[in-house]
């Protein structure tokens, strides 16, 4: 069985689950803790990063982009409507941009921030740079984690799905990133009736169970976090 | 006939230039300040980042994976030997990786503090973020450099191409990213005989032609920039 390793709240190892339990690939998760540096894991990815699908001839396949663009060359053409990089040139374009928007710049303005401070460095070693929480950073992240949800809003009010008519890498990526900020309650629903009603649909799908089932030892999620009606 | 708004010491620019010029796709350059975040350019591409190609169709195609991405939808097939995104789905793979290596983990911590610190800022109005390099910022790109050079040199050892046989965007990605800081004279190439001799590979290309060109006004080059046998 191919195997995934990744870690629970990594925003980036929870878009590739989704999408590889969307996609139907059976696959085994593995917990890595990025941080230990593991030389077997550098190995496999020279860059550390995760997440790191290893498939069954033995293949590694580093990255939420590196394993989307595999998925699709793999079994893209095989799941016809289901294509989550769906056929047409401009459609693409459009998954494409917003993969870069979530997997690049929510990352970096509200996911990596809000994981790493709040999750991460409880678990990691002091002289790994664990130790509470830089609270900057954490308030950056809330501030700017209103004008995402508003740019989700803007785009569900013109369009069925993030990227147009049907579900793509685009929706799992900004729901897998959002769930993690959702978990720590730091996701103000109520500004945006819109986004928020998307993000129950995506949230409710199968494959989004084992992500819901997932808890950070010590630290119980925000009250509505399993909840699939909001 | 297609443009690109790009910023010419951009490095994300210089490999959609590059791509573009190898597949062969007739280009008209656009420079845009990304500073200015003009609202016709942010209309174009909300993220507000470079590079933009729109095709001749008036498809925007934002980012330098949504470029690569587009040029291998419309024409990969076409190219044959000389698609940029091998067939083979391991080699596939291994561009990938290496895309997310140079385009992100070579940006962050190298080109990006060079080109902002070193080109950027002098053009920058003071509001904007312009004035004087910060010092740290460089030395540590230039520390870090030192470690990329020699993974370049660690995997031509094996290849004769970053990604194996053949040039790939890989190649393109790198040797973009490395051209901006070749021109500031970071690049210890005195430590690589082997990643130089790969750069002097890349860097005598008709489609490097355009970028060695290029000149910082009121800031020369590096004496060896231009020199293809350097």
Chains 1, 2 share one sequence.
């Not at 986004?195 to 950070?216: G, M, N």
Request: proline share 7%; net charge negative; charged share 25%.
């Amino acid at each position: 069985m191919a195997i995934l390793h990744s870690y629970p709240f990594c925003p980036h190892s929870r878009f590739a689950r989704l999408i590889l339990a969307e996609t139907g690939l059976a696959t085994e998760l593995v917990e890595e803790k990025p941080w230990e540096r593991r030389i077997p894991f550098l190995e496999m990815n020279p860059a550390g990063t995760l997440p790191v699908l290893v498939d069954d001839s033995g293949l590694a396949v580093p990255g939420a982009r590196g394993i989307a663009g595999y998925l699709d060359d793999v079994q893209g053409e095989g799941l016809n409507g289901r294509r989550l990089l769906p056929q047409n040139i401009a459609q693409r374009v459009e998954v494409r941009r917003l993969l870069d928007w979530f997997l690049g710049k929510f990352h970096e303005e509200v996911s990596d921030y809000l994981a790493t401070e709040k999750i991460y460095k409880r678990f990691m070693p002091a002289e790994l740079g664990g130790g509470p929480p830089d609270m900057g950073a954490i308030r950056a992240a809330r501030t700017n984690v209103r004008y995402h949800l508003k740019y989700i809003g803007f785009l569900i009010a013109q369009r069925n799905w993030l990227a147009g008519d049907q579900m793509t890498y685009a929706d799992l990526a900004a729901a897998a990133h959002l769930s993690v900020v959702d978990y720590l309650g730091d996701v103000p629903w109520d500004e945006n009736e819109t986004a928020k009603e998307w993000y129950a649909r995506v949230k409710s799908r199968p494959s989004f169970r084992a992500l819901l089932a997932d808890r950070v030892p010590g630290m119980a999620p925000a009250e509505h976090y399993g909840n699939l009606d909001f």
